[in-house]
């Protein structure tokens, strides 16, 4: 398992909003696009791009999610104290 990994990421406040989300993104929606529009998160903006990180930089929940993801996967809805994330991992 990498020490580092690059990911995207959308942020929304409900459940059914990531789940919606999903929907969208099984539809052919881009996810930076989505991210743009959706995220309350200010990396929104750059299409959801969190940049690279290491274990110990993102709270546990999101942490376990992205690094179990596989490059280009994109998570089921993650809740953390912030809301619900939808994660796509780059590398």
Known sequence: MPDRISALHILVDHEHE????LKKLKDGDEFEKLAADFSKCPSGK?????G????????EEFE????????????????????????????
């Open 18 to 21: 990531a789940e919606d989300l």
């Open 46 to 50: 750059q299409g959801g791009s969190l």
């Open 52 to 59: 690279e990180f290491g274990k110990g930089m993102m709270v």
């Open 64 to 91: 376990k999610a992205a690094f179990g993801l596989d490059v280009g996967q994109v998570s089921g809805s993650v809740k953390t104290q912030f809301g619900y994330h939808l994660i796509k991992r780059t590398s």
